[in-house]
């Protein structure tokens, strides 16, 4: 594998070099391959990065005729301490690698009397997770599958954390499985419900109707934030149309998948990395991370599988099912980083989430949150976790009355 | 270079296979994959092949810095023949091999007076023609490339073939330089005036106003359309935002590469192609046609300097030159094949073209006409070039009273 995989890297054609003055607003610039491909074949310690990605217990256990493969961390606690289950749903191009550096600060132990036991899925089709043999599963079926997991591991009800794709499937999760979802904390806050969309669409001539006037650029002006979402997601087009056929050269050429990964790590970066020579690829300290997470598209050979998900879920027949259009009572907890691609307002928001207990705005960080700044994720949702604890205890006394 | 390609197409990793009961619908079906791969390395014949690529005589100049490529075929004839001169422009995924069945049919000879001296270019950047270095060479920059390079070969006025892409190098050299051009015969005519795109859309509910019945089904109902256009579409969408990023897998595996363009030859066969397990490849008869297309994005290396193109086409400093929208005098001659992507009725055209002389409409064939059917569509073109003589011949009689 590692030799067969160095060969492929080793034997890339030349590039062609990007046009003159330009950075990534062509798709990814080619000045930077050498670097990473000599990174990948010489500096990336193949055994010990293995040994890294299995530092975690992993599990895989069959639901539903697929095999679901997981990272499952117990807290080690003593009887005063309350353990709570937390779902983690990664994105794509992510996998679990995503939590890898923030699992330790989750996991650590007992705060204020409270414990994380961490799920942490490979998303079916992701990773070492199977993907489906038949059309039509969508996000839906996806959460249904993760919810089973959980019930499997012993969780009637438990914590969901997740942010990009995972956050999808968080969002039928919390929609369709209202009691078993005690609480949801995402960094990737999104409504398509058709009312968050016109609210937000028709208050372009006056926005402080929908959003504080320090947060207006974050959703204005409409025509910008269009733009920016048109000229970046084509990647997002072609997987919701033709995944089968993006997938071929990922799975058959390391240098495209690399280089495809990198774009939308960083598209993630920062609002303004496309203008960026090195297209803020360092904010990612150490190479070894992005490509870490690239190895769990190569080694599993799971691209295809994984941007199926993207055609299920931008179709008319999910759309039909209406389950993006209804609200939820979960209490949610939102984080908006700075660089986050989308931004939506409480107001907004709140057609889809009736029960937003807090939104916490950043002024700094991208898409990738969790890998990027694990220790203010990590003390977000641990923030998130208490907040909802507290709220089931006051809810449960209410209810005793 | 073909023991290398050979060497990339055996070494490639086994294919996800498709869902179950899917032909085209989510991509390239991958169950073919086998027979094509084993074709490329096994039977295609690559010296007889290179052999029948160069059967024609071709060129290199340089205009403006850039080495243009092309097939510059004269005809033989005698003296009581008039030569007149015709520039083709392939599309995208094509090349100047589009042309390569057709081109006997049109150089043969003296057809009632008039024989043809064909130019056939490979577009700057595609095949063995240079791309830019700079960003900015769009349509408007190439079409006066290929205009120079007329003027290069002795002629100052010309007719002009396009489809595709071609087609919209085309639009802009008809609008630019209307007294070079004496006629445009296009298999792709598309008007992209805001004028046209409004009459289009706002006969949405009386069809009649713009289309005749029994055409109506090509351009409505406009959801339908629309819906086809986009679930076809994320190619164009990522190659016009991020074309230097889907180049590096194009360019660095062949079996990347053959999976992407037989997935848009699909497309371009029949408008239900997509519901075939075989795509409707079966269509262009010998798998060596496609794969002799095939090559001239592999052998000069050529993906990424062609699909800039998309890019700098759909930008807004193109569209705000405003020549997509300026309407033109050229004469125009029409085909419009059963399964061509966009069918605008002559009234939609007329606000980009005010004079188009006849249109065409057939009852088969797709958006690969000239492969498809180059006997059909020499004769239309042989058709167009004696009625734009016949036009300006009578012109020039007026003219003169």
Redesign the interface.
């Known amino acids: 594998m590692v030799r067969?995989l160095k060969h492929?890297i080793k034997?890339?054609?030349?590039?062609?070099?990007?046009?003159?003055?330009?950075a990534f607003?062509?798709?990814?610039?080619?000045n930077l391959?050498d670097y990473w491909t000599d990174y990948w074949v010489n500096k990336y310690n193949f055994t010990k990065q293995e040994a890294s990605l299995n530092q975690y217990p992993l599990f895989k256990t069959k639901i539903q005729g697929l095999d679901v493969h997981f990272a499952w961390i117990k807290p080690k606690v003593n009887c005063n301490c309350k353990t709570v289950p937390l779902l983690m749903l990664h994105g794509f191009p992510g996998s679990i690698r995503e939590y890898y550096e923030t699992i330790p600060l989750l996991s650590s132990g007992c705060v204020n009397g409270i414990a994380l036991e961490l799920v942490v899925p490979s998303l079916p089709g992701y990773g070492f997770s199977d993907?489906?043999?038949?059309?039509g599963f969508g996000p839906t079926e996806m959460s249904t599958v993760l919810k089973n997991l959980m019930k499997r591991l012993g969780h009637d009800k438990f914590y969901v954390q997740a942010g990009d794709m995972g956050a999808f499937v968080a969002n039928m999760m919390i929609t369709l499985y209202t009691k078993e979802v005690l609480g949801y904390h995402t960094n990737f806050a999104v409504s398509y419900s058709p009312l968050s969309l016109a609210t937000w669409f028709s208050a372009a001539y006056d926005t402080s109707l929908v959003v504080e006037p320090a947060l207006e650029s974050r959703m204005f002006p409409l025509s910008e934030k269009i733009k920016s979402y048109?000229?970046?997601?084509?990647?997002l087009?072609?997987?919701?149309?033709?995944?089968?056929?993006?997938?071929?050269?990922?799975?058959?050429?390391p240098?495209?998948?690399l280089?495809?990964i990198l774009?939308l790590f960083s598209y993630g970066a920062r609002k303004d990395s496309s203008a960026k020579f090195n297209g803020d690829l360092d904010l990612f300290s150490r190479p070894d991370d992005v490509l870490d997470n690239i190895m769990m598209y190569w080694v599993p050979?799971s691209f295809?599988?994984s941007v199926?998900l993207y055609?299920e879920i931008f179709n008319t027949r999910t759309v039909k099912k209406g389950i993006y259009a209804k609200s939820t009572a979960v209490p949610v907890w939102t984080t908006h980083t700075k660089s986050e691609i989308i931004y939506q307002s409480p107001i907004v928001l709140s057609f889809k989430y009736t029960n937003i207990l807090n939104s916490t705005v950043y002024d700094d960080y991208g898409h990738f949150f969790a890998m990027e700044a694990p220790d203010v994720f990590a003390e977000s949702v641990w923030t998130a976790i208490h907040a909802f604890e507290d709220y089931h205890y006051k809810k449960g006394c209410k209810d005793e009355l």
Chains 1, 2 share one sequence.
């Not at 607003?25 to 080619?30: A, P, Q, R, V």
């Not at 993907?131 to 059309?135: E, F, L």
């Open positions: 067969d492929r034997s890339r054609r030349k590039v062609t070099p990007p046009l003159e003055g330009v607003e062509y798709g990814f610039n080619t391959l993907g489906a043999t038949r059309p048109v000229t970046s997601t084509g990647y087009h072609l997987q919701a149309t033709k995944p089968d056929t993006i997938g071929v050269p990922m799975s058959d050429s240098v495209g998948l280089v495809y774009n050979d295809t599988t199926r055609s």
